[in-house]
């Protein structure tokens, strides 16, 4: 069966400092993935989308990128965070083929910025 | 720009009672609906897919509905218990290249009261 892991759980970090969270899948190849955010008070907002190794779609410019140096791993990262990045982080998997909206979450990372 | 309202935004019923969430959508072009329930700084687990040309699907005490010309879906729960408490999310899902983009709701986070 397949699963998700995202880590750390929880992270509290200060403004201007890096950030790097990390996905991995396991029971698939060649995932889709996705970076969603949901802060206090409004709806999850699709931040990036990956195909394969390599190829990443930002959905909302800010102040984060992500990458996929392996085929089940995806890492989102910032080299200075902002106040306003702080929230809910979850990372999301679908199956190569269609339907891509039949999408899996992970646990999620408490992002605070301090 | 399709948008999704939940409504009641918090809702606390006594143990036992029936109830109904709602969910509106102001674009009726979608490929699907889901419903998600969310636990605490937990992430989604899918409860109920609608495809669009479907009227309803039923999981145990869960049934969903979707009126898709009036951009309405409603999740019905039988017989609440304390262990149903969580925060329901619904999203649709637009046709095409782009049906990886879910649009959630805010949500309606339910308490059942022993």
């Known amino acids: 069966s397949q699963t998700i892991h995202q880590w750390p759980a929880t992270l509290v970090q200060p403004v201007g400092s890096p950030l790097s969270l990390e996905c991995t899948v396991e029971?698939?190849?060649?995932?889709?993935l996705y970076w969603y955010r949901q802060a206090a008070g409004r709806g999850l907002q699709l931040l990036f989308y990956?195909?394969?190794?390599?190829?990443i779609s930002s959905e909302v410019p800010q102040n984060l990128s992500a990458s996929r140096p392996q085929d089940r791993q995806f890492i989102l990262s910032s080299k200075k965070l902002l106040l306003s990045d702080s929230g809910f982080y979850l990372c999301?998997?679908?199956?190569?083929?269609?339907?891509?909206?039949?999408?899996?979450f992970g646990a999620g990372t408490r992002l605070s910025v301090l | 720009k399709q948008e999704v309202t939940q409504i009641p935004a918090a809702l606390s019923v006594p143990e036992g009672e029936n109830l109904v969430l709602n969910c509106s959508f102001t674009?009726?072009?979608?490929?699907?609906l889901q419903w998600f329930r969310q636990d605490p700084g937990k992430g989604l687990t899918s409860l109920l897919l609608?495809?669009?040309?479907?009227r309803e699907q039923t999981s145990g005490r869960l049934n969903a509905s979707l009126d898709k010309s009036s951009g309405r879906s409603t999740l019905y729960i039988a017989a609440s218990q304390p262990g149903d408490s969580a925060t329901y999310l619904c999203?649709?899902?637009?046709f095409g290249a782009g049906s990886y983009q879910l649009t959630f709701g805010k949500g309606t986070k339910l308490s059942v009261i022993p």
């Open positions: 990956s195909v394969g190794i390599g190829q």
């Open positions: 609608i495809q669009s040309s479907q």
């Open positions: 029971g698939t190849s060649n995932p889709n």
């Open positions: 999301a998997w679908s199956p190569p083929t269609e339907p891509k909206n039949i999408q899996y």
């Open positions: 674009d009726s072009a979608i490929y699907n």
């Open positions: 999203a649709v899902s637009p």
